[in-house]
């Protein structure tokens, strides 16, 4: 496989359930980003992790928690959602988080819907 | 701080016509400008970028797109429009290094413009 890849692609889950997103990339990038894209919203930018280590929490909030093992794989980890945190969840990947030089590769994203 | 505007929500063309997708921006310094396209059911794939030099910029799948710092636009066009371009189209603006040499590599993406094309 190459690319960036992301699982489940669907995903439908009560508010009071825990669930994972999961995202691996195989592009060698130090760089992994989670974004959520809802309807008639810009993307908006959730966490950023260079090197495993988290560089941006973007005032996410903590039912939502980011785990990196390593530089290949990033999880979303999901409890007690709310509806209106149905969207798509975007991963990304780039060569290096601080060089712009570097572009964002993307994934296909899972669609969440919380009932 | 930076923002991104598209004004159209959503443009229909004709196949074979031109197109041309607006992107505003608002940044204090040189900004580093981008065109994203998102298939359905697909994430974001990178058109084109600037970041500096020549204005005019060439991208993949025959899309160009011209940074105008006099207007702070960065419009998207492509002469001739194909059935498969129809998508929805993010334009972003990344930050650099800032006068204090911080990196803030973070890109800001506007609303999307979706584009259906008629046969």
């Known amino acids: 496989e190459t690319g960036v890849t992301q699982t489940p692609r669907h995903l439908v889950m009560g508010m009071t359930n825990k669930k994972s997103l999961k995202c691996e990339q195989h592009l060698g990038h130090n760089a992994m980003y989670w974004y959520k894209q809802s309807a008639k919203k810009p993307l908006e930018l959730m966490f950023v992790?260079?090197?495993?280590?988290?560089?941006e929490n973007n005032s996410v909030p903590s039912r939502f928690s980011p785990e990196c093992p390593n530089s290949s794989h990033l999880f979303l980890h999901l409890h007690t959602l709310q509806p209106e945190d149905s969207a798509l969840y975007l991963c990304a990947s780039s060569q290096d988080w601080d060089r712009l030089l570097s572009p964002l590769h993307f994934g296909n994203g899972t669609r969440l819907t919380v009932t | 701080a930076q923002s991104v505007t598209q004004p159209d929500i959503h443009i229909t063309v004709s196949e074979g016509a031109s197109l041309e997708l607006r992107c505003n921006y608002s940044?204090?310094?040189?900004?580093?400008l981008f065109w994203y396209v998102q298939s359905p059911g697909q994430g974001l794939q990178l058109l084109l970028k600037?970041?500096?030099?020549?204005?005019l910029v060439q991208g993949i799948k025959g899309f160009e797109a011209e940074f105008k710092r006099s207007q702070s636009s960065f419009n998207l066009r492509k002469p001739s429009v194909h059935w498969s371009d129809a998508a929805e189209y993010f334009c972003a603006v990344g930050a650099g290094r800032d006068a204090g040499g911080t990196s803030y590599a973070k890109l800001t993406f506007g609303q999307g413009t979706i584009l259906t094309v008629h046969p």
């Open positions: 992790y260079n090197f495993k280590e988290q560089t």
């Open positions: 940044y204090g310094a040189t900004p580093y």
């Open positions: 600037y970041f500096s030099g020549d204005t």
